[in-house]
């Protein structure tokens, strides 16, 4: 599994890259098929919550989404890991019940 952490309009600490690539990391727990995952950190600077985390991640076969905002970027992360973490396993579950025999086919 590959893992790019991007900083966008800003110069991100080695320690913040680090630290969000180790946390995005464990999401491979959840579903064992993920090939890569892109995190973005945005600085926004007009807005009241303006650390902005946007995660994508590849699958077989699907391509998976998520951002979301704060006023840092720890609990914007946070938020991003857990709405994404439903995600994978449900997408997985799909997948598997999609495998499955019919039994009017077996």
Not at 30 to 58: C, F, P
Request: glycine fraction near 0%; charged fraction near 30%; charge should be negative.
């Amino acid at each position: 599994m590959n893992i790019q952490v991007t900083p966008v309009n800003f110069n991100a600490s080695q320690d913040l890259i680090s630290h969000m690539s180790n946390h995005f990391e464990k999401l491979s727990r959840y579903n064992d098929q993920i090939t890569s995952m892109d995190v973005y950190l945005e600085s926004i600077q007009d807005e009241k919550a303006d650390k902005l985390v946007k995660l994508k991640i590849l699958t077989p076969g699907h391509e998976l989404y998520i951002q979301s905002n704060s006023s840092d970027f720890v609990s914007a992360a946070q938020d991003v890991y857990e709405r994404m973490k439903r995600q994978l396993v449900d997408q997985k579950e799909i997948d598997k019940d999609y495998r499955q025999k019919r039994p009017d086919k077996a």
